[in-house]
């Protein structure tokens, strides 16, 4: 749906800056879209579009270069506070009117933001299902019998089928991750007390934080800079520099659990289509280690089997005992299981949460990340309200054990599997490394090249990194040198870092050249005359630079590689007098396609 437009965060913002679109045509979009998707069950309240309007035009007094949202649509979940409208938390008799916005709410607006609408969700946040509302069920925005998954059922459909590009969420046992993947987009599930929960109905105060839907990584973690910070209207709050975004490391170590330790519940495609993203994080330069996933599982036993269900007890008990029937009876179920705990039953599963945490921090000492399925399988809505508990309880795997153990958390869309079901994958980290995840999820999520959601809209090249240091230069490498081929340790060896994986203007041939190692060598040609050649961008210090390009034989040189989106850099280029025997490959796309499918015969 309208992939000619501006569909994410950086581009919308962008546009507006330069004048080619402005706030009000934007919000106008959007409000458009809104009406050509017709699916009621997503919004539980939606403003005025008028008010939105008037909002916009007034942004035209602002500087746009000091607001970093500048005009952005933006969604926010029922249980968060938003000044103008009524939070439920999808429960009709348990509304209120906020007299001001909450902390997170009151962050984006100040960055440019404009608010315009409340999106359904799991009933008081309870669930990973997103169908346990009385608002309706969103459809999801990829394939309509499917759950759109929950608890931030519609903050994540609004932002997957391009209505939005931003909405926020909330994340306590997974509703800010299962609904990512179930929708193809990313999901940020910041470190505890990094954003404010100050104007957030609870689900489980100790574990809940504000999360993060956007289409790309770079979008939600520009979001989370914008709402990071302490804030002492919320006790729970913590001092968690966000940190910046850095190239992908060059030894970078990533989790994997034991074998056999995977659970998919039968899923054979889910099981595949996790297999071939650990590949893809290989061919990226990351070392899968193995860990043991068991302390986790066990973990994860705790949310519903231990006293942290007494968490959501306090939070609707007078509701319970005055208007039970209020309560979606799925919730009611779980949540009054709650009043039935003990202190001791609290105490005894404290202790054993604080041996699990230690058991993480040693699972971490050598692994900067762990990759996992974001869920195990998926479902359709008719058979999660066959069996509700049971299922929803299978969505939550691998995200119900993330914040007992204080972990950040970046879902990120994989693949779409062959029945039009999207995969994810999730990255955890200890609190804190949020940038880290940030980091290196945007290349992985940019070498998929999957589409936006469910927009239909293509990838932009990555945007490219500041250099954290002025000493370091960029180098465009085409071959031998690419992660995983075979000289890519002489660019490790310098301590070079992978910054992204892109795409040459389309000006170059590239040829297989007659060298050991097989090395091609490409050559610029008339302009639209050659083809987009992939390369991979890599950092080095000045002084490893000059190392670097004084070792390289002839007949390959160093000269200005133009790139597809109009810059340039310093990378391999031919001496077009040797090319005579060689052959021309440039049909392949890149070095990594020829090699792939050289060896195969």
């Known amino acids: 749906m309208g992939a000619e437009q501006p569909e994410t965060i950086a581009a919308i913002v962008a546009a507006h800056r330069a004048g080619t679109l402005t706030p009000v045509q934007t919000v106008a979009r959007t409000y458009q879209r809104i009406r050509d998707h017709n699916d009621p069950a997503i919004f ?30 933006v969604a926010v979940k029922d249980n968060i506070d938003a000044l103008g409208f009524p939070t439920t938390a999808a429960c009709p008799a348990f509304s209120t009117t906020p007299t001001h916005d909450s902390t997170a709410v009151a962050r984006l607006r100040a960055a440019g933001a404009i608010i315009i609408g409340k999106t359904n969700l799991d009933q008081f946040a309870t669930g ?134 995977l659970i998919f519940f039968g899923d054979k495609k889910a099981e595949t289509a996790y297999a071939d993203a650990l590949k893809r994080w290989t061919a990226l330069g990351a070392t899968l280690v193995e860990f043991d996933l068991e302390p986790f599982y066990e973990t994860a036993r705790l949310l519903y089997e231990g006293p942290w269900v007494a968490e959501r007890y306090l939070v609707i008990k007078d509701l319970l005992a005055s208007a039970p029937d209020s309560i979606h009876p799925v919730t009611r179920e779980i949540t009054a299981a709650g009043a039935r705990l003990t202190a001791a039953d609290t105490f005894s599963a404290l202790y054993r949460l604080q041996g699990l945490r230690k058991i993480a921090e040693r699972t971490f000492a050598n692994i900067d990340a762990l990759v996992l399925p974001t869920a195990p399988t998926a479902y359709t809505t008719a058979q999660v309200l066959a069996n509700p508990i049971e299922l929803n309880s299978r969505l939550g795997t691998y995200t119900n054990f993330v914040n007992l153990l204080d972990l950040c958390g970046l879902a990120l869309p994989a693949s779409m599997r062959s029945d039009g079901i999207p995969f994810g994958i999730t990255l955890l980290a200890p609190a804190g490394h949020d940038a880290l995840l940030a980091s290196i999820g945007r290349v992985f999520h940019a070498d998929t090249r999957l589409s936006l959601g469910a927009t239909g809209a293509a990838q932009a090249l990555l945007a490219a990194l500041p250099a954290s240091s002025g000493d370091e230069i960029p180098i465009a490498v085409v071959g031998a040198h690419l992660s995983g081929m075979v000289l890519n340790g002489e660019l490790k060896a310098l301590n070079g870092r992978l910054i992204e994986a892109t795409r040459t203007a389309p000006d170059y041939k590239l040829y297989a050249l007659k060298t050991t190692p097989p090395k091609p060598g490409m050559l610029r040609v008339e302009a639209g005359k050659g083809a987009a050649i992939e390369l991979e961008l890599w950092s080095l210090s000045s002084s490893a630079f000059g190392k670097f390009v004084n070792a390289i034989p002839s007949p390959m040189a160093i000269g200005t590689v133009r790139l597809a989106d109009g810059r340039s850099a310093k990378g391999f280029l031919v001496e077009p007098e040797v090319l005579g025997e060689a052959r021309d490959i440039t049909a392949y796309g890149g070095w990594r396609k020829f090699m792939a499918e050289a060896t195969k015969t």
């Open 44 to 73: 539980i309240s939606l403003r005025d579009e008028r008010d939105a309007i008037a909002e916009a035009e007034k942004l035209a007094a602002k500087d746009a270069a000091g607001l970093p949202l500048y005009g952005v649509p």
């Open 128 to 261: 990973l299902v997103g169908v346990r509302s009385p608002y309706g069920v969103p459809k999801n925005s990829i394939r309509e019998d499917l759950i759109p998954g929950g608890s931030s059922s519609g903050s994540a459909v609004a932002v997957g089928a391009g209505l939005v590009p931003l909405s926020l969420g909330t994340d306590t046992a997974g509703s800010g991750r299962v609904p990512a993947m179930l929708n193809n987009i990313v999901g940020l599930k910041p470190s505890l007390g990094m954003v404010s929960n100050a104007g957030l109905v609870p689900a489980c105060r100790t574990l809940d934080c504000i999360s993060v839907f956007a289409l790309t990584v770079d979008d939600a973690a520009l979001a989370l800079s914008v709402m990071a910070g302490p804030d002492p209207a919320d006790p729970f709050s913590r001092d968690r520099p966000l940190g910046a975004i850095r190239p992908l490391p060059s030894d970078l170590r990533l989790g994997v659990p034991r074998n056999g330790q």
